[in-house]
């Protein structure tokens, strides 16, 4: 985060992201749908536990007064080597045993780490940037379903045997089952918006360079 005042830099920057099933992913401020699209004027927050606390981590990393150029990026899965989202997912895809959480037809929004790193990069840089900015690549209207064969495909595994919701409930309990069986259809229209150019937009290419 920066700041316009004197002694310190011009803007203030927050970005939170998630692994699998250990902290919040903030696209969960918007609620999840099968059908809506949710740009960064989209409402939301304050409609479950983790779409409220991402609500509360914005509110507590505002400054007060405009003298502050404050932006807030808002990511998705975040894709990359050594662990987080894809170091869960890897052992059991590699044994052929990957496939959709639940239906499958939830959506996934996710973005390259590279990519996540150069949107803070960008924010910090261009000088008009501020507000809010959705941290998710802008094919990030792929499904769960689509995910897991997109991942089957980069390993060279089938990723077909779905993980039935009843189970992804008992192992993780109700509401962080939340997290992987419903999603969000997050665009990253004010991203683009604002020049930011992806190093990773399509999830193939992503995921290819994750696991290699």
């Known amino acids: 985060m920066i700041s316009r005042r004197r002694g310190c830099p011009a803007a203030m920057l ?6 699998r099933t250990s902290s919040t992913l903030s696209a969960a401020y918007y609620q999840p749908s099968l059908t809506a699209e949710y740009d960064e004027d989209s409402p939301g927050g304050d409609f479950d536990f983790f779409s409220n606390l991402v609500t509360k981590w914005e509110a507590a990393a505002r400054l007060p007064g405009d003298s ?10 975040v894709l990359g080597r ?6 869960h997912m890897l052992l059991p895809f590699r044994l052929g045993l990957g496939g ?6 939830q959506f996934f929004p996710w ?14 840089e261009t000088s008009h ?13 792929t499904t769960n379903a689509e995910f897991a064969r997109a991942l089957g495909t980069a390993l060279g595994r089938p990723a077909f045997i779905p993980l039935p919701s009843a189970v992804v409930q008992a192992v993780f ?4 089952a939340v997290m992987l069986l419903e999603g969000q259809k997050v665009v990253p229209r ?8 992806y190093s990773f937009p399509e999830l193939g290419a992503a995921l290819k360079e994750v696991i290699a």
Do not use: C, K
């Open 14 to 19: 927050q970005s939170t992201w998630r692994e």
């Open 68 to 77: 502050t150029r404050q932006v807030v990026v808002r990511s998705g899965v």
């Open 82 to 87: 050594g662990g987080g989202a894809i170091g």
């Open 100 to 105: 959709p959480i639940g239906s499958g037809h």
């Open 111 to 124: 973005i390259h780490i590279r990519d996540l790193a150069g949107i803070l990069a960008h924010a910090l």
């Open 129 to 141: 940037v501020q507000g809010i900015l959705n941290g998710v690549a802008p094919a990030s209207s």
């Open 173 to 176: 309990g109700r509401e962080r």
């Open 190 to 197: 004010r991203t683009l918006a604002a020049g930011y150019q």
